[in-house]
């Protein structure tokens, strides 16, 4: 990365991760991290894309794959790429069994210093990964920050299991992001409450001023005060890893440009069409606007 400051529309940063995808109907293997599921969903709606990312050196065909469609990739080379295994014991997205086996390191303010965007998106896997340090470099740059609960709430055992603590930073790092993305068992275990929409306002109270919470059948949001709701039309879920994190990466593409009830039907739109293929969105926009017209135009509902 040189010094030279570069500015996009939206830059992502996070672990490539190598995943094991275990379901009912086999195992397969895939490229995955919210930083590669997330630059994609970004540019598939025609945004200026940056992906930060560290990865093992054998893995740099992720990096190649991701400037093949236009995103500018600043990769850091590390001993081991994040190796994910996602276990899903029942068709229920919202349950799953992580584990990690190595991982690629922290990212350090240097690494996020000379890139600039209207937006950074924050995709850690885990705990330790994006440091507040970090975060405080983001928060220094003009622009709008979104952040992705798992990577804070997820606490990496000596045997490589996930699993959901306490977050001793949470309301520090929350009075500094703009947007917060959280799956509904992370906002659960965040906020106390078993009510999406409860959680949402427990949240917010914290410090973003919009909070975007996914579920297995669609996308509850605050924005401003305003709660909103959005439905998945996806023709299957074959493609479920990595729907949150497709989910963000759209909703703030769009927010660019859109007020939040216009950007989370561009995201319902992407995430639908995405979660029922596996890998990262690979629709044209010509594609994506046929589908916010066909399925979304009244399907946004304030509750």
Same mark, same amino acid.
């Given at each position: 990365?040189?010094?030279?400051?570069? !500015?996009?529309?939206?830059?992502?940063?996070?672990?490539?991760?190598?995943?094991?995808?275990?379901?009912?109907?086999?195992?397969?293997?895939?490229?995955?991290?919210?930083?590669?599921?997330?630059?994609?969903?970004?540019?598939?709606?025609?945004?200026?894309?940056?992906?930060?990312? @560290?990865?093992?050196?054998?893995?740099?065909?992720?990096?190649?794959?991701?400037?093949?469609?236009?995103?500018?990739?600043?990769?850091?080379?590390? =001993?081991?790429?994040?190796?994910?295994?996602?276990?899903?014991?029942?068709?229920?997205?919202?349950? @799953?069994?992580?584990?990690? /086996?190595?991982?690629?390191?922290?990212?350090?303010?240097?690494?996020? !210093?000379?890139?600039?965007?209207?937006?950074?998106? $924050? +995709? =850690?896997?885990?705990?330790?990964?994006?440091?507040?340090?970090?975060?405080?470099?983001?928060?220094?740059?003009?622009?709008?920050?979104?952040?992705?609960?798992?990577?804070?709430?997820?606490?990496?055992?000596?045997?490589? @299991?996930?699993?959901?603590?306490?977050? =001793?930073?949470?309301?520090?790092?929350?009075? *500094? $992001?703009?947007?917060?993305?959280?799956?509904?068992?992370?906002?659960?275990?965040?906020?106390?409450?078993?009510? $999406?929409?409860?959680?949402?306002?427990?949240?917010?109270?914290?410090?973003?001023?919009?909070? $975007?919470?996914?579920?297995?059948?669609?996308?509850?949001?605050? /924005?401003?005060?305003?709660?909103?709701?959005?439905?998945?039309?996806?023709? +299957?879920?074959?493609?479920?890893?990595?729907?949150?994190?497709?989910?963000?990466?759209?909703?703030?593409?769009?927010?660019?440009?859109?007020? =939040?009830?216009?950007? *989370? !039907?561009?995201?319902?739109?992407?995430?639908?069409?995405?979660? /029922?293929?596996?890998?990262?969105?690979? !629709?044209?926009?010509?594609?994506?606007?046929?589908?916010?017209?066909?399925?979304?135009?009244?399907?946004?509902?304030?509750?």
């Amino acid at each position: 990365m040189t010094e030279e400051s570069q !500015r996009f529309d939206v830059a992502t940063i996070g672990n490539y991760t190598k995943d094991t995808i275990v379901t009912a109907a086999g195992t397969t293997h895939a490229d995955g991290g919210g930083v590669n599921y997330s630059a994609n969903a970004a540019l598939a709606l025609g945004r200026k894309v940056a992906a930060i990312m @560290r990865l093992a050196t054998e893995d740099f065909h992720v990096v190649r794959a991701l400037e093949d469609v236009g995103v500018t990739v600043f990769a850091t080379a590390t =001993p081991s790429s994040t190796l994910m295994r996602l276990e899903y014991p029942t068709d229920n997205p919202d349950e @799953r069994i992580l584990t990690v /086996a190595d991982h690629a390191g922290s990212f350090t303010p240097d690494q996020v !210093r000379a890139v600039d965007a209207a937006a950074f998106i $924050i +995709s =850690p896997s885990f705990r330790g990964e994006m440091p507040v340090e970090t975060i405080l470099e983001l928060r220094s740059k003009n622009t709008m920050i979104s952040a992705d609960a798992q990577g804070f709430i997820r606490h990496r055992h000596p045997d490589g @299991r996930l699993e959901h603590l306490p977050w =001793p930073e949470q309301e520090e790092v929350l009075g *500094l $992001i703009d947007i917060l993305k959280a799956d509904v068992v992370e906002a659960n275990a965040m906020s106390g409450a078993d009510d $999406i929409k409860e959680s949402a306002r427990i949240l917010a109270d914290q410090g973003p001023r919009e909070v $975007i919470i996914t579920h297995r059948d669609g996308i509850v949001l605050l /924005a401003d005060g305003q709660m909103l709701e959005a439905d998945f039309h996806a023709e +299957s879920m074959l493609g479920r890893s990595g729907r949150g994190d497709t989910c963000v990466g759209s909703y703030v593409a769009a927010r660019l440009e859109h007020p =939040p009830e216009e950007a *989370l !039907r561009w995201s319902a739109a992407v995430t639908s069409l995405k979660v /029922a293929v596996p890998g990262p969105i690979r !629709r044209s926009y010509e594609d994506i606007v046929e589908f916010v017209d066909k399925k979304y135009r009244e399907a946004v509902l304030t509750v």
